[in-house]
């Protein structure tokens, strides 16, 4: 059953490659297609387009099936093409001729459109929740290990001391920076697409504003040809800001690959944690952290993947859209999972107080024997010579005291005007004002 099918039926091959994963993909999109309907009717309404006893009757059997998708009760059927054929022809079969009216002045364009933004809103909240979550971890294990020595690699070459209070802070600030990225993808998000139709607006007086309002937007797609040029747009965006997440995931997990290994020993997770081989009994695998490095590296493809997609479509619609589901939908779940796990692994992982104590890690306190040279008064390119020639000559004796107070430094973490800065940037989501009009929607 289709919306747009009149008289003739279409060849059994062609609708199975054109619905595709449609009915798979779309039960994402079913609570949020009610909303849609929820906002849409009371703008009809309002038009005079329907009736007071209508809207009454249509809202409440909209609910009613609402509820029907929040028990899990909800299904598409084989012979329906997509949610919105299933939600329009669910609703007619329960209250009759006025369940037909639900789809005057809207398109299944811009109905897919408002119920794609109702979702991604959505999935934008539970992907910066989480991303909280972790940010918060890593400030706590920034703290609790600030004064634990590390070694700090240029070119996989050792280079100068470092400290895990400043490798757990560094990926802390890093998810700030990515949820600016995220946040820019929820401002182009966060705009209603409804009332374009096909792309090309309707001689009914819509309400744009106020199907706006009622569904929680911060302001119009205003044009109805650019509400339509919109698709694929926000989805590369949002895909860029997930990809900015996911850089920063799989960069921490080659880290911890890499320095958990036996050769350099500086982290370690319980065995419960890593997997082992099927011959050599002494393994402890960070099968965790790999998959999340290689899951996170696919998210990353996921702009360049919807931008070949959508590169020199002209204005309007076209069915190509339809396959950018396929590709998006399942990064957010994958992402979420990639955001839960590494918290897991976090919160028990373990470091090694005592890495600098070996001998080997002696000339990467270098600098700071120049540097106590230069405070005496040396220039710094003499300073540096002299060391480079003890190096050279095997005289060369660490300065192990370590003293750095500037700002970001090892001594100065300033991880309280990194979490002002997360904390700006969370609040500007207002996932509070959104949350409570969709409520009053569903009240």
Known sequence: MKLW????????????????????????????????????????????????????????????????????????????????????????????????????????NDQVLVDLKLYFRFEIQQIVEKTRVLFERFQHLSEQHKSVLMPGYTHFQMAMPSSFGLWFGAYAESLVDDLEMVLAAWKVT???????????????????????DLLGFDSLNYNVVYAQMGRGKTERVLAQGLSAIAATLAKFSMDACWYMSQNMGFIRFPDQLTTGSSIM?????????????????????????IALMTTNLPSGYHRDLQLLKENLFPAFGSLKECLDILDLMLAHIEVNPGILDDAK?????????????????????????????????????????ISHSHQGSMGNLMNDAIKTEFDRVYKAFDFEGVNHRLEKLLE
């Open 361 to 401: 890690y002696d000339h990467i306190f270098s600098v700071e024997v120049v540097n106590k040279q230069v405070l005496a008064g040396v220039p710094f390119r003499e300073a540096y010579k002299n060391i480079g020639c003890r190096i050279e000559s095997g005289t060369y004796q660490p300065d192990k005291e």
């Open 5 to 108: 099918q009149k008289s003739s039926s279409v060849n059994s091959m062609v609708n199975a490659f054109t619905v595709g994963k449609d009915r798979e993909l779309d039960r994402n999109l079913a609570a949020f297609d009610v909303l849609g309907s929820l906002a849409h009717t009371q703008m009809l309404e309002q038009i005079g387009l329907l009736t007071a006893a209508e809207l009454l009757e249509i809202q409440s059997a909209l609910k009613q099936i609402y509820s029907e998708i929040q028990a899990g009760s909800f299904v598409i059927e084989a012979e329906v093409e997509d949610i919105h054929s299933q939600i329009e022809w669910l609703l007619t079969q329960r209250i009759g001729e006025a369940g037909k009216k639900i789809h005057s002045g809207r398109s299944r």
């Open 281 to 305: 009994p002494h393994k402890k695998n960070p099968d965790v952290l790999e998959l999340v490095r290689a899951r996170c590296n696919k998210i990353q493809s996921l702009p360049h993947e």
């Open 190 to 212: 966060n705009k209603n697409p409804l009332g374009s139709a096909a792309g090309y607006g309707s001689s009914f007086p819509l309400d744009r504003q106020l199907t706006t």
